[in-house]
């Protein structure tokens, strides 16, 4: 592990739900004086990391803690679950979006192709026939 992924769990570890500590006050503590929105993503990285190492760390609109019970964590799981349910959701009606929206696209894309050829038949049509030789 490396000292900012662990610096950054020893913070966390520190807080509760009651007492959560947010993302920027941890990048402020650190002194990480990058661009913070860049940071806020590199945090979110190391968090997730850290998750998947097994570190129970939750998260509220508030901030990051770390649960004192397994309730407490639980209740967050729920909770992220939740909103993962409510992403997948987004995303695949997005996707009933796109593929409507494609074929309206390529079906759009069709009948101008037709129209364009209506029109070259008809200006063909127009165009005086030759006298015989």
């Not at 662990?6 to 913070?11: E, F």
């Not at 998947?52 to 397994?70: L, M, V």
């Not at 959701?89 to 074929?103: G, I, N, P, V, W």
């Amino acid at each position: 592990m490396t000292e900012l992924r662990l610096q950054v769990l020893k913070i966390i570890q520190d807080r509760d739900k009651y007492n959560p500590v947010r993302g920027v006050d941890i990048v402020r503590i650190l002194n990480l004086r990058e661009d913070k929105n860049k940071f806020g993503a590199k945090l979110r990285q190391i968090i997730n990391g850290l998750r998947r190492e097994g570190f129970a760390i939750c998260a509220k609109g508030s901030g990051y803690y770390y649960p004192k019970t397994g309730a407490e964590l639980k209740a967050y799981i729920d909770s992220f679950t939740s909103r993962i349910e409510s992403q997948t959701e987004a995303r695949d009606c997005l996707l009933k979006t796109y593929d409507r929206l494609h074929q309206e696209w390529i079906l759009k894309q069709q009948n101008k192709m037709l129209d364009e050829m209506k029109i070259r038949s008809q200006q063909k049509s127009l165009l005086p026939t030759p006298l015989p030789a």
